[in-house]
């Protein structure tokens, strides 16, 4: 029986209700905390929210917020060190310029995305509350250009991710590479909603009880964004052209169209071969808890594009947990709040002496005593008494109030609870409150122990961005596939160049035509770099490359070290002087070079003038070679001469007469005799 696509929708949606349930009652209570405790630090009043703002309902309720000051310290810190990721070819090889391709592609998706909003984002939140996340998306282009199909990787922030992101239960990775299943919401309003996908959000069915989460709001519509992985079989062919040399070429089957198909012929590409494989692909709908609103097919990549952020996180009883930096902190500050508010109460209620009176002394003088604080009037009235005989009498007040005594035990709870803050948040006054006359040594220690406070969140956002590299790489394989064309890239220090993508070149090691820069072969693996943890590790690092000046007396390891301190030195207006060194680093071999700065170097080879001595020995070698040359020469013409002499007397032989000839011969041969015996030494006897 064939199901209808409607039907297979409806199955969908049901199934994807049913695991979301699933997925948001195991994590309820956590992503519950995780909200409670990004209100309690960046919200005014919300530290008194709960049983113990009811309980103070008529009492001062003053807040000095010192976990806000804690987190913004962490978040600060982390602005102040990125973490930047780095492709890495997986056999450990530096010379792979593929691989230097990603990078400098995937920090110009950063820049042109803002993605540092999305990471700044997620890092706060699970700072603040324990979970955060952002996601990348393709998008096109130029939104504005019809006849621009190119797309581009986007990174965007998820906001409120503690309660509106979710995976499958069976996910256990801390960065999610395991999961099936994902739920993005999104809040709409009314009028949004209908704009959007033309339904009445009123219609929404509160029958769906399988849920346990509050779909449908007074002034929201939730939408959620659903991912699942789907494993797809599919046929790839292989294809040859004309040139044995070249590189061939695999086609899925979803690509092969038949006009492609049609135009690989006409240049004269012929199949080879077919392959079956499996491919794991991402399906993603648009849902509402009425239906599937838009089934939007398979995106590129084959991850899902959600990354997971997370402060602190392990699992208990087989529940994941998590938390930030606030949670531990917040019964500390709640207790100082109190202590401090019923310390303010205690001072302002009681400034001064009151004097009481019976009703009959100030009948009908009530408001005039109500108004003494505010109007502080020089004396004060009261009716006249009169005695048991009914005569006048002068009558004080029969008492005075007394200000109420400070509890002994106020004073020691005050300081204990500030200790506790400072251990559990981490003392920060210890790196602010610096001593002129604190050695260097000692302000290192200090801030090496308020970075142990920050460097499991460090850690665990460089595990997030270490996924995020992985899943742009898979995206970045699909989209990144036209040949020819151009994009942009950012060098690790912000310079910008230019790739083109598919450049066909000749290998001259593999002996054919390849593709250069071809984005689809990238495999590699993902590293991130984490910046120091704080300006005194860069003082530090000064301080130890001075130290080793001393120990090296080469002048170019001195050089060296130089520039390398100067790049390291912190400062306003500083930025020209590093980059003078880094040239300098580069010209020397020490720092390999960007795209930009290969061109340079080759400009400045051009153009510079070659030094006076080169040119001399130059001109040494040149003269050398042409007096070789002439020597050559003059031997050349010496043979030339002989060998002419040599014809010139077979030429006289061959003129002379036949009897001429056989006498000069037969004149040639008796003194050639003549001359053989007057050589031969003489028998003494024969000359007797």
């Known amino acids: 029986m064939t199901i209808s696509t409607a039907e297979k929708l409806a199955k969908v949606h049901q199934r994807s209700l049913q695991q979301f349930n699933k997925s948001q009652t195991a994590c309820y209570e956590e992503r519950k905390q995780c909200v409670e405790d990004r209100r309690f630090y960046s919200i005014a009043g919300a530290q008194w929210e709960g049983a113990l703002g009811d309980q103070f309902e008529n009492s001062p309720k003053f807040e000095f917020n010192k976990v806000h000051l804690a987190v913004i310290r962490i978040i600060n810190e982390y602005r102040n060190n990125r973490i930047t990721v780095d492709f890495t070819a997986k056999d450990g090889s530096n010379d792979d310029d593929l691989a230097d391709t990603c990078d400098g592609l995937y920090r110009a998706d950063e820049q042109d995305s803002g993605a540092q909003e999305a990471y700044d984002n997620a890092f706060e939140e699970a700072v603040g509350g324990g ?52 739920w993005v919401l999104s809040p709409y309003s009314y009028d949004a909603f209908e704009e959007e996908f033309g339904e009445d959000p009123a219609s929404w069915p509160k029958e769906v009880n399988s849920t346990e989460f509050d779909w449908f709001t007074p002034d929201v519509v939730y939408v959620a964004e659903y991912y699942e992985i789907e494993e797809v079989k599919e046929s790839v062919y292989i294809f040859e052209g004309l040139d044995p040399n070249a590189e061939e070429m695999r086609v899925p089957e979803a690509e092969l169209t038949p006009e492609k198909l049609e135009f690989l012929k006409a240049v004269g590409f012929k199949q080879v071969g077919e392959k079956k494989a499996k491919r794991k692909k991402v399906h993603k709908y648009l849902m509402s808890g009425a239906g599937i609103l838009e089934d939007c097919g398979y995106i590129a990549g084959n991850c899902i594009p959600v990354i997971p952020v997370y402060g602190k996180r392990w699992f208990v009883d087989g529940i994941e947990r998590y938390m930030g930096h606030v949670r531990l902190a917040k019964d500390a500050q709640r207790l100082k709040n109190m202590q401090l508010s019923r310390l303010g109460e205690i001072s302002a209620l009681s400034p001064v002496e009151k004097p009481i009176f019976t009703r009959r002394q100030v009948a009908g003088l009530e408001q005039y005593w109500a108004d003494d604080p505010i109007k502080r009037y020089p004396f004060g009235l009261v009716n006249d008494m009169e005695d048991a005989n009914g005569q006048p009498t002068a009558a004080g007040p029969i008492g005075y109030t007394k200000s109420p005594n400070l509890p002994p035990a106020m004073a020691a709870l005050l300081q204990l609870t500030e200790q506790d803050m400072s251990d559990i948040l981490g003392n920060a006054q210890a790196g602010e409150q610096l001593q002129p006359n604190m050695s ?33 790489l898979s995206m970045a394989r699909d989209i990144y596939v036209e040949e020819g064309r151009k994009m942009k890239t950012l060098g690790s220090g912000g310079e910008t160049g230019t790739v083109e993508l598919m450049q066909p070149m000749y290998d001259q090691k593999a002996g054919k035509v390849v593709r250069q820069n071809d984005i689809t072969k990238a495999r590699y693996d993902v590293n991130v770099d984490v910046g120091p943890s704080s300006s005194s590790r860069r003082a530090a690092t000064v301080r130890a490359l001075t130290g080793m000046m001393s120990l090296s007396q080469d002048p170019q390891t001195l050089s060296v070290l130089q520039a390398a301190t100067m790049m390291n030195i912190e400062g306003e207006g500083l930025a020209d002087i590093r980059d003078y060194f880094r040239k300098n680093l580069v010209r020397m071999g020490v720092v390999k070079p960007t795209d930009s700065e290969k061109e340079e170097l080759a400009a400045e080879a051009q153009s510079t003038p070659p030094d006076p001595n080169a040119q001399y020995l130059q001109a040494a070698a040149q003269e050398a070679q042409a007096k070789a040359g002439k020597a050559q020469a003059d031997t050349v013409l010496t043979i030339a001469k002989a060998e002419q002499s040599r014809a010139e007397t077979a030429k006289t032989l061959s003129d002379m007469e036949v009897s001429e000839r056989a006498s000069l011969l037969d004149t040639a041969s008796q003194l050639q005799q003549a001359f053989a015996q007057e050589s031969q030494p003489q028998n003494p006897l024969q000359s007797q």
Not at 145 to 151: E, L, S, V
């Open 131 to 182: 979970f955060g996340a952002f996601r990348l998306c393709a998008s096109y282009e130029d939104e504005e250009d019809d006849d621009n199909d190119h797309q581009r990787i986007r990174f965007e922030p998820i906001f409120d991710a503690d309660s509106c992101v979710y995976f499958d239960v069976d996910a256990k990775r801390q960065d999610k590479s395991d999961a099936t299943r994902c």
């Open 440 to 472: 260097g040594k000692a302000v290192e220690l200090i801030q090496t122990r308020l970075d142990m406070q920050v460097f499991i969140y460090m850690s665990n956002f460089a595990k997030a961005m270490r996924r995020a590299g992985e899943v742009w």
